[in-house]
């Protein structure tokens, strides 16, 4: 179990440049999740993936924001024509259906993004 | 529309006493309730959390209350340690009650301060 990673660990870009960050699960893990968190706030619920499939967006995440799971491994999160509001740490979490949410899920440490 | 609300910001209190951070929630929808804590520059860490159909779970140093007709829960830290210095989330899920893939709502988080 080495953990949920996440490339890069800090991002900072220009307004209207695209941006993607890439989220590595634990290998077992089928569930994805991607969770933004502003300062001063608990994370929130952006998408979540079973496997490959995309099963749920946010209102938060407009048109700009894709997110992807090719092969149910490996997840990118690909924000497009940044805003000084997207500033924020994007979270990545795993866990494995059926697990039940008692036992939550494992975080990464996150991707800091800073719109200039 | 904050539907898991952690109304104090910060608690500090000495080493060796009783931490106790508070959390409402508004959706009766919610059937698990989990605690996390996060370090600085780390993605958050699930800490201990309970079922609706229970009114406390314990696990070493932490307990975790439950009160449904009031719609909140507490965590209950004893004895605090300078190392439970951290920021604390309380976060809730409709595992059954709602759709069933584990999306947590969060709170704003407690700054809990421990001490020496």
């Known amino acids: 179990d080495t953990g949920v990673s996440q490339d890069p660990r800090h991002k900072i870009t220009k307004r209207g440049q695209n941006v993607t960050f890439r989220c590595d699960p634990i290998?077992?893990?089928?569930?994805l999740y991607w969770y933004r968190q502003t300062l001063g706030q608990g994370p929130e619920f952006l998408t979540y993936?079973?496997?490959?499939?995309?099963?749920?967006k946010s209102r938060l995440l407009s048109d700009r924001f894709s997110a992807e799971r090719p092969k149910g491994s490996f997840s990118t999160l690909e924000i497009q024509r940044t805003e000084q509001g997207d500033s924020a740490m994007y979270l990545c979490?795993?866990?494995?259906?059926?697990?039940?949410?008692?036992?939550?899920?494992?975080f990464g440490s996150g991707t800091r993004l800073t719109v200039v | 529309d904050q539907q898991v609300k952690q109304n104090s910001p910060s608690l500090s209190v000495q080493e060796g006493r009783i931490s106790i951070l508070n959390c409402d929630y508004t959706?009766?929808?919610?059937?698990?309730f989990l605690w996390y804590k996060k370090y600085p520059a780390e993605g958050p860490t699930f800490l201990i959390s309970?079922?609706?159909?229970?009114d406390k779970n314990e696990d070493g140093r932490f307990t975790v209350f439950l009160n449904k007709s009031a719609k909140h829960l507490s965590l209950h830290i004893v004895p605090s340690q300078p190392g439970d210095s951290a920021v604390y989330f309380c976060?809730?899920?409709?595992?059954?009650?709602?759709?069933?893939?584990?999306?947590?709502?969060f709170g704003q988080g407690t700054i809990l301060t421990v001490h020496p």
């Open positions: 959706n009766s929808m919610f059937d698990y």
């Open positions: 976060a809730a899920s409709a595992e059954y009650g709602g759709t069933s893939y584990g999306k947590l709502t």
């Open positions: 993936f079973q496997n490959e499939a995309q099963l749920e």
């Open positions: 979490a795993s866990s494995l259906a059926g697990r039940g949410a008692s036992y939550g899920y494992t």
């Open positions: 290998s077992e893990h089928n569930r």
């Open positions: 309970i079922s609706s159909i229970k």
